[in-house]
């Protein structure tokens, strides 16, 4: 399962070159993007899953989301939007705040996912375990807008360091 700690992957060396902007063989940022058709009522959307030890360590980064068509809401009629991390059986928020349609969302604009890294005062589970999933979860909140229309695409930011750092 995911965890909030860094594994030994993840050493103070390889992010003392990253955030001086020095190149480090095979480190570095993956994007990894998703377009698909909403849908009414609560859904979620599968975006990663984290491959074997063998192929390296990731951490979530960051994440965006945007709609092709507006999404026009209030506060009791919304969507909250959460990433998440987990297993099929049991998953968990990766921020502790949603993103919620409440003030609408605009046509082919970014919005960024929260996500409580290793920084955050209470770091969530960033650090990705073989067999973690990443996914987004949308939770309907009384009669939101109907999103099977709307194509929505979103990007996930992962840090990857190979095998053996």
Partial sequence: MA?????SGFGRPIWNAIKGGNQVHG???VPVTHTFNGHSGDF??????TPPATEGSFKVESASIA?????????????????????????????STALTSSTDFAANTAYSLDIDGPEAASPLNVFL?????VRVEFDET??????????????????????GR
């Avoid at 965890?3 to 594994?7: G, I």
């Avoid at 979620?44 to 899953?49: A, E, S």
């Avoid at 092709?68 to 990766?94: C, E, K, M």
């Avoid at 375990?129 to 999933?133: H, P, S, W």
């Fill in 3 to 7: 965890t909030a700690t860094a594994p």
């Fill in 67 to 95: 709609f092709d068509t507006a999404v026009d809401d209030d506060g009791s009629n919304r969507w909250d939007i959460q990433l998440q991390v987990g297993t099929v059986s049991a998953f968990a928020d990766l921020g």
């Fill in 142 to 163: 009384g009669t939101a807008d109907d999103l099977s229309n709307v194509f929505i695409t979103v990007t996930l930011f992962l840090r990857h360091s190979p095998p």
């Fill in 44 to 49: 979620d959307r599968n975006l990663f899953v």
């Fill in 27 to 29: 480190v570095g940022l």
């Fill in 129 to 133: 375990a073989a067999g973690d999933i």
